[in-house]
């Protein structure tokens, strides 16, 4: 398969699960494996999704200044903030 095809099947399995226990009486535990990702293209296209709403008159300039605003353009804007981050390479 496709590395973008497993990307966006893993981030689907990963939302299904998250909305599956919003609705539990439980504490839930995410365990979210981002296999190859290193955040830079997600990045990259927030920034640019936030300039074009921006430049559409849509959003205010000062919301390139707002955490918010950029961090529900990426990817990973419906999960957790992590509170454990394990980093594996070869550098």
Aim: net charge negative; proline share 3%.
């Amino acid at each position: 398969r496709e590395l973008r095809q497993l990307e966006l099947e893993s981030e689907a399995n990963c939302h299904r699960r998250m909305a599956k226990e919003d609705g539990d009486n439980h504490h839930v535990l995410t365990i979210c494996l981002a296999i190859n990702y290193g955040g830079r293209a997600d990045i990259l296209q927030a920034t640019k999704q936030l300039a074009q709403s921006i430049a559409k008159g849509e959003l205010p300039m000062e919301a390139l200044n707002d955490e918010a605003e950029l961090s529900k353009r990426m990817r990973t804007s419906r999960m957790p903030d992590p509170d454990l981050i394990v980093r594996t390479g070869g550098e």
